[in-house]
């Protein structure tokens, strides 16, 4: 026997089930997200480097170790990370930005060379949401709102389930001046870090208020705050914000260690973290960022946007019990012997063309009882049974497969008709023997 060939590490398959589930998120993500004017805007899987080197910044994560890089003919290019550098590149490319409000949202899967384990792939899924061309915390309310009303439509308990954490990151200069006195009082506690917050104290000391290494913790509350340190105009920008969610009902801590992992952020930060799904809690995170489409070569434009992990919104739901059903078959199609399969499939073809919401699968194969068997395990709720007989007489049996109920004989012809003018409801009816309307 040949050795069978397994997945990437980290790369792994969504199998019917969760992929099912996947979708349901992406769908209904998409619906709020219609629903608030986004715009989608698909976007390809490769970009430059450079873009993410400039967008991310050198001294992230992404940049320094996750981001799988290749050499194409002299010129380096990567499988994207995240969305929204690609996003904005697009954007400022083809003028989509320019002097005009624009909302986009994009989905699909991302790749970061980072190490596997539950809620951490490296290829994954986002659906992201960018909007251009506002500067105020309006915006920053609504993007939040349209996740609370996302939660919400998937059944989560935005309260319960979850927990809105936010930040101020201030403008670039106050996060300068800021990151200064930082350093100097990680100086002088320098003892006390540990290997990956020594490093980081030269590269993005900011990232060390974000580290999970429990010896850190009594240097990280005994920081000095970003909040702090801000001006009055950009707190009372946040401010502001924090009224608007409370004026929306929308509750929400401020965490001053909220610093997210990107360069590019500024004022507002956020993230949506489930306490539910262990150490991978965070479902959703975004922000603002001012500067990025002027640092990638676009006219000066605010913007603020948010990506949410399919993934683990998924696991989320799958923890709380809240996934929607399958969509099981109406029907299967058993045909026996060769006329019935000539009669059948020709019918079969003229019923689906009558009825474009039907779910009928088609069997043909084995015999009548191993047909009846795959008919049951299918989940379908009737077997549509031509046999010899059926065959020669333009008739169909109706087996209700999940209740007690005789089998009935119906003309193939007025089952087609029934259902396509009765819809959905005609199965019952065809099940009970009840006649049609127009009979
Ligand atoms: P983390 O701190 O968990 O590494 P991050 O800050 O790197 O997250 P973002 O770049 O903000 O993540 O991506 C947005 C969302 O995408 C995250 O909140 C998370 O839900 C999801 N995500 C990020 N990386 C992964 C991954 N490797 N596997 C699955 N989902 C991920
Ligand atoms: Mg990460």
Known sequence: MRKSIQAVRGMHDLLPEEARLLRHVEETAREVLEGYGYEEIRLPVVERTELFRRTLGEATDIVEKEMYTFDDHGESLSLRPEGTAGCVRAAIEHGLCFRQVRRLWYRGPMFRHERPQKGRYRQFHQVGAEAFGLAGPELDAELILLTVRLWRRLGLDPERDLELQLNTLGTPEERAAYRERLVAYLERRREELDPDSLRR?????????????????????????????????????????????????????????????????????????????????????????????????????????????????????????????????????????????????AWGERLREACPWLRLVQGGEGSLRAQLRRADRSGARYALILGEEEAARGTVSLKPLREELPQRSWERDLVLERLAREGEGAWEALAAGAPGAGA
Request: charged share 20%.
């Open 201 to 345: 104290l030269r590269t993005n000391p900011l990232r060390i208020l974000d580290s999970k290494h429990p010896a850190m913790r009594p240097v990280i509350e005994a920081a000095p705050r970003l909040l702090d340190h801000l001006g009055e105009a950009s707190r009372e920008r946040f401010r502001r914000l924090c009224a608007l969610l409370d004026l929306a009902g929308v509750p929400h801590r401020v965490a001053p260690c909220l610093v997210r992992g990107l360069d590019y952020y500024t004022h507002t930060v956020f993230e949506w973290v489930t306490h539910r799904l262990g150490a991978q809690g965070t479902v959703c995170a975004g922000g603002r960022y001012d500067g990025l489409v002027g640092q990638l070569g676009g006219h000066e434009t605010p913007a603020a946007g948010f990506a949410l992990g399919l993934e683990r919104v998924a696991a989320l739901l799958q923890e709380l019990g809240r996934v929607p059903e399958a969509a099981v078959p109406h029907a299967f199609l058993v045909m026996a012997g060769e006329a019935a399969l000539e009669a059948g499939l």
